[in-house]
């Protein structure tokens, strides 16, 4: 009998596609064969990073589909939340030449696939590469647009925004995309947000015992009161073990990090679109040369993220020089998931992107929060203020964070008994996160109910039998 895949389809946005290749190694190492369907991407940074995950990916298949065009004034948001409507026919057709698909996996900026697929009698689950509080608050939101008029923008932060799963969110921590009701990238938000509750079935990179009150109002249907919740599995979480090739040289601040003593050293590290301005690159310089703290930074370019940044020029002058002791600066990019492996890191300051989360954990590492975009506002809020496993960087929400704020909250991180106390209940945390995913655990628990259920209709006649 044939076995029948599961096709994944991550959609545009490249951050989406790296947890969603995942998620791809989850399903093979549980023998369930997988497709992952990519739309071509129009830059070639992107186009070389899909290339060099599929040479270092050979038992996933990759599909790409055929470009089409997009309308030039688009932004980049936007293109991410049609790009994949303007791709159905092509991938009906792709699916048309697969002789059985077990189900479909979907960003959840592709809902409108579910209802095409739902035709052709294949199930379509949400992936999502976020914590199940972003979840609560997408199935919600539409509830929410509906019972007022106002958009968020002009909401007061003096009261929560009350949404099922979260008792501190006010409007200041939602994404920008969605302040402005009336504009497109709301209203194309809250298209795909309407259309979860169709779904099969949401898969949600996390594990209920760190959130259990966000996933207990998911299951209890209180995130959508005049609908249908469908079934939410917690499986995560599902982080890279590492992205060092085999034969490849060590990355050199892996190296530096050798000769570091114990939990010594301050990670700062962006993630992949996080830029700052030039005034703030030079007010981390100065903070972080203030606090004599060791320190391991990432710098990107402010104006190009995809141009080596030029350190002469963006940083303070002598700096580099300064602090050439117990400071290296990295240009672009680091190997994120070996750092925060490596024991001579004590502390992470990051933009809150939920991957760079569920690394931090894995590894145990206290975090500083300085959120930049995108949900990451509401991800602080909720570590900082709610689960309190995290601290926040003062200035957050103002145009600049001052060097002194950067200096405090690094001594805070790294000297601090509050910082020592969180150390210690990121261990519990991290405990929890690795008994969730061992066998018998509750991720793994999740995660076979969700191919139990896959696989129940193999005997079905619809199967095509080889
Ligand atoms: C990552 O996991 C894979 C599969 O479990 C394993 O083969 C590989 O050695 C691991 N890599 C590292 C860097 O731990
Ligand atoms: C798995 O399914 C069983 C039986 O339906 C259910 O009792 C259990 O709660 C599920 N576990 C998870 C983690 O979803
Ligand atoms: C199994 O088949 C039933 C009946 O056709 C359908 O309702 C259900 O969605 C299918 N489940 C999966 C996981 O394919």
Sequence with gaps: MEEGK????????????????????????????????????????????????????????????????????????????????????????????????????????????IAVVNQLQIPAYIFFPSPAVGVSTALYYPT?????????????????????????????????????????????????????????????????????????????????????????????????????????????????????PKQSVVFLCFGSMGTFSLEQLKEMAIGLEKSSHRFLWVVRDPINMFEEPNLDLLLPKGFLDRTKDRGMVVKSWAPQVEVLLHDAIGGFVTHCGWNSILEAITAGVPMVCWPLYAEQRMIRKYLAEELKVAGSIEGHDKELVQANAVETKIRWLMESNDAKELRNRIAVVKDKARDAVMEGGPSWQAFWNLTSSLKENDTNENVVVL
């Design 144 to 260: 929410f647009y509906s019972s007022t008029t106002a958009s968020l923008k002009d909401m007061r932060d003096d009261d929560p925004l009350n949404f099922p799963g979260s008792l501190t969110i006010v409007a200041s921590d939602m994404p920008d995309t969605m302040r402005d009701r009336e504009s497109p990238t709301n209203q194309n938000i809250l298209y795909h947000f309407k259309r979860l509750q169709t779904a099969d079935g949401m898969l949600v990179n996390t594990f209920e015992w760190f959130e259990s009150k966000a996933v207990n109002a998911i299951k209890d249907g209180l995130c959508v009161p005049d609908g249908s919740t469908p079934p939410i599995y917690c499986i995560g979480p599902i982080v890279s073990n590492g992205s060092c090739k085999e034969g490849q040289e060590r990355h050199e601040c892996l190296t530096w990090l050798d000769k570091q």
């Design 6 to 113: 599961v096709v994944l389809y991550p959609g545009m946005g490249v951050g989406h596609l790296v947890p969603m290749v995942e998620l791809a190694k989850l399903f093979i190492r549980n023998g369930i064969s997988v497709t992952i369907v990519l739309i071509e991407q129009p830059d070639k940074t992107s186009s070389d990073l899909l290339a060099s995950i599929s040479s270092s990916n050979p038992s996933i298949s990759f599909h790409v589909l055929p470009p089409v065009p997009i309308p030039s004034n688009f932004s980049f948001v936007d293109i991410m939340l049609t790009a994949s409507r303007l791709q159905h026919p092509n991938l009906v057709s792709f699916l048309g030449t697969l002789s059985y698909v077990r189900a479909i996996v979907l960003d959840f900026f592709c809902t409108d696939v």
